[in-house]
């Protein structure tokens, strides 16, 4: 890993087309700002865990064949809701 050290407004540049600029520093925060070209992927690392969370949990999930049957399972044990004013 490279560490820079870098004040605000300050840049680093990452081959000839990504901009890392240093926008804000705050007290417990600094924003980076990031210049890519459009078709390049730039996403904070939590987002990407989450999504490939999301996609671990999709694939190891309920077979879609299985849904019809879940889904009548559920509709023939809902309690029907009560009316206005019927308790």
Known sequence: MLLMSRRQGETIWIDD???IVIAHIGRSRVKVGIRAPRALPVVPREVRLVREENLAAAAAGLPAAALPELMARLQ????????????
Do not use: K, L, V
């Open 17 to 19: 087309d990504i901009e």
């Open 76 to 87: 023939s044990t809902a309690a029907p809701s009560p009316r206005a004013g019927e308790r």
